[in-house]
């Protein structure tokens, strides 16, 4: 069964930058569209963004285009979420999760959409002066 750990977390500033990773336990890992969740105090889970297999297809929630950035190191088996200019209302436990979808070119995190059946356990980011 594929094992999903997330790192990076913490606590940041208004307008600072934190590297979140999600690293897979095994190469199938590389396979797999990868998309990023987070769910606040009171709040349902949401989803941010998401990478194709391939690597060459990303989206985005309106939310934080301009500000995240996901990538994935097929050696590491390893995705990123990059995220700078970091907000107050960007504090919430980020989830990776693996979709298990048959598909290599696309990635999907519109409600209802993508097989993600592998969760990590998540990793607190908190921005706050």
């Known amino acids: 069964q594929l094992q999903l750990v997330e790192s990076g977390g913490g606590l940041v500033q208004p307008g600072g930058s934190l590297r979140l990773s999600c690293a897979g336990s095994?190469?199938?890992?590389?396979?797999?569209?990868v998309g990023w969740f987070r769910q606040a105090p009171g709040k349902e889970r949401e989803a941010v963004s998401c990478?194709?297999?391939?690597?060459?297809?990303?989206k985005y929630v309106d939310s934080v285009k301009g500000r995240f950035t996901v990538s994935r190191d097929y050696a590491k088996n390893t995705v990123y979420l990059q995220m700078d200019s970091l907000k107050p209302e960007d504090t919430g436990i980020y989830y990776c999760a693996a979709d298990s979808g048959p598909y290599t070119t696309i990635c999907r995190i519109e409600p209802g959409k993508g097989q993600y059946n592998d969760w990590g356990q998540g990793t607190q980011v908190t921005v706050s002066s």
């Open positions: 095994q190469y199938t890992f590389d396979y797999y569209s």
């Open positions: 990478i194709s297999s391939d690597g060459l297809r990303t």
